[in-house]
């Protein structure tokens, strides 16, 4: 397990695939707790309506606003295939720019809005805000895939290397 820490040393090509393929374990680590986090929705179908009722209540009684709601949460269910797809795509032939991308998306769409969560549901009259061991729980796993993407792009860089140090050495 030591090789999928950042500050762990990668000398040979080996070492250097499991370094890389720690960036997806993070992408498949994000879509377990998505997937934890669709259950509880799905398992708390007030806590979508009470959201929808929240949007309608912000956009004047807009009947769209619960079709909205609804067109996200599907959104969000594509996007864990999406995820885990790119997981297949990572762990098979890992990629800079995925590890990459994640990184980013990691940041602007899971660790700022998580961690604000609970403040702007409470901005926003009749919002409901998910238990706080959910968001816990998010916070946690995202603090955690960001370091596991920085292994994997170290443990890319260095597969790169030996795989150039290598093509070189045959000529």
């Not at 604000?116 to 998910?130: D, F, H, R, T």
Request: a neutral charge.
């Amino acid at each position: 397990m030591t090789h999928l820490l950042p500050t762990t040393p990668i000398t040979n090509e080996a070492e250097a695939l499991k370094a890389a393929r720690a960036s997806a374990i993070a992408i498949f680590i994000g879509v377990v707790v998505g997937i934890i986090g669709a259950l509880w929705t799905l398992m708390n179908p007030q806590f979508a309506e009470a959201v929808a009722a929240a949007q309608s209540q912000m956009q004047g009684s807009n009947p769209g606003a619960a079709a909205g709601a609804k067109i996200g949460e599907y959104v969000g269910y594509a996007l864990l295939v999406v995820s885990a797809i790119f997981g297949i795509v990572q762990w098979q032939k890992p990629a800079k720019w995925i590890a990459i991308l994640f990184m980013v998306l990691i940041v602007l769409f899971g660790l700022l809005p998580t961690a604000c969560a609970q403040v702007l549901s409470g901005m926003v009259p009749g919002m409901p805000s998910a238990p706080i061991w959910l968001t816990a729980l998010s916070v946690v796993s995202q603090i955690i895939q960001f370091v596991l993407h920085i292994t994997g792009l170290k443990g890319i860089s260095k597969l790169d290397q030996i795989q150039l140090d290598a093509a070189n050495s045959a000529y």
